[in-house]
Each structure stands twice: as structure tokens, then as C-alpha cells.
């Protein structure tokens, strides 16, 4: 059974379109996160929500928009995509603060 | 404002041999700091974490050393295996933030 789940695992897409990247988890947990990866590895927290309820937005722009219909699903939608969103995207969960973070197996985003 | 600071960028081991790879971090609010490790294609897996409390913490071949006056923590990777070449990320949060600060990355290759 696979803990954080992440639909697609690779996005190509042109500039300008719009896409959406899906995430479940099955473990419970009431906190859900996306993390951008960047073509340097680098692991940056996009948003954080806790029972449904946005709790970071780290200064992601507008056109990155996260849904959560109930807390064992956060979807993220991205507007116009640019050239710069290519990135490998990570949804992770957490049953509380400052504990183990599971991550799913990523989504590899190119925009072509 | 880069607020976990990881070295090296890459580090080559050969088999047996310890690895080490340092974290400093600025943020004295910081509680938790977990080590993950990264396989291609895959996301982070929690490979152990420490809190304040405690100044080293050992699982198996794995042990994180912690200094808190000097804000900088250290994982070792003892009998080092070409199965353990991986990117390894220090991360910390504190409680409430809802989120984990990612050192950059550490490219390990075990030489067999």
C-alpha cells in the first residue's frame, strides 16, 4: 500500500497551459505539504495545509493554486505555465509538527 | 536567506569507510532535525532524526552528532555500501511551523 500517492509521476506540457498534479495519502494524517525540487536538488516548501485549511503559502506565485477537498488529498493546480516551473514537485503528509514527513514519489513537470 | 547550510555539495567514499556530511543551521527556534535520503526517481525517506535533548543519536550504521552551542549537527555513515550512495538532505523545523527548511543536498557515491 503506497502511504503518499502522486498522479502523474511525469507532466510534459507547453508554456501557457494549465495543469493539475493529484496527491492522497492513506495515513491519517491531518497536515499535507508541497515541495518543489529544483534542477539543483534543492527542497523548497510551496504550501502547507492543516485539516483542509491553508496554513503556508511561501511566497508561491498566484498561479500556483492548492484545492484540498478533504485532508487526505491535496491537489495542486498551476496556471500558465512557464518555462521556470519545471521542477520535480513532491506532496508529503505528517500526523503532527516536527514529526516524520512521508513523502510521495514525486512529479517530474516540464514545460516545453 | 539560506537558513540550513549542508556540506559538502558531493562526497565520494570508498566502501568502509565513514562518511560525513556537516549542517549548520541559523534559526535558535529550530527543535527537530531529521537527516532524509533521496534515491533517483524517488522521493525522501526519513533516514533518522534528533531533538535537542540529546547530543548524538545512533540507528545501526547511522548516527547523527548534534551541537547545539555551535547550531550544527552531522550525520556519519559508518562501514559505508555502495547500496548507500544517495542524495542526502539535513532539514529542521520547529514546533508550529508546519514546515521542514532543507539543507542543499549531498550527492554520496560509494566507491565499491
Known amino acids: 500500500d503506497t502511504a503518499v500517492s502522486q498522479t502523474p509521476k511525469y507532466l510534459v506540457t507547453q508554456m501557457g497551459n494549465d495543469k493539475s498534479i493529484k496527491c492522497e495519502q492513506n495515513l491519517g494524517h491531518d497536515t499535507m505539504y508541497w515541495y518543489k525540487q529544483d534542477s539543483k536538488k534543492f527542497l523548497k516548501i510551496m504550501f502547507s495545509?492543516?485539516?483542509?485549511?491553508?496554513?503556508i503559502n511561501e511566497t508561491v506565485p498566484n498561479r500556483f493554486s492548492p484545492k484540498s477537498p478533504d485532508k487526505a488529498h491535496l491537489n495542486l493546480h498551476i496556471n500558465s505555465l512557464e518555462l521556470g516551473d519545471s521542477a520535480v514537485y513532491f506532496c508529503?503528509?505528517?500526523?503532527?509538527?516536527?514529526?516524520?514527513?512521508?513523502f510521495g514519489q514525486g512529479t517530474r513537470l516540464t514545460v516545453v | 536567506q539560506q537558513q540550513v547550510k549542508q556540506s559538502p555539495q558531493s562526497l565520494i567514499v570508498q566502501k568502509g569507510g565513514i562518511s560525513i556530511i556537516n549542517c549548520a543551521y541559523e534559526n535558535t527556534a529550530f527543535d527537530y532535525f531529521p537527516w532524509y535520503q533521496q534515491f533517483p526517481g524517488k522521493g525522501p525517506a526519513l533516514l533518522i532524526a534528533i531533538r535537542p535533548d540529546v547530543s548524538e543519536k545512533k540507528e545501526g550504521r547511522f548516527t547523527i552528532s548534534f551541537n547545539k552551542s555551535a547550531k550544527q549537527f552531522s550525520l556519519h555513515i559508518m562501514d559505508s555500501q555502495p547500496g548507500d550512495s544517495a542524495t542526502y538532505f539535513c532539514?529542521?523545523?520547529?514546533?508550529?511551523?508546519?514546515?521542514?527548511?532543507f539543507g542543499q543536498g549531498t550527492r554520496l557515491t560509494i566507491n565499491p
Open positions: 508529503a503528509s505528517t500526523a503532527r509538527t516536527n514529526t516524520e514527513a512521508f
Open positions: 532539514a529542521a523545523s520547529s514546533q508550529g511551523a508546519q514546515k521542514l527548511v
Open positions: 495545509y492543516n485539516n483542509k485549511e491553508l496554513i
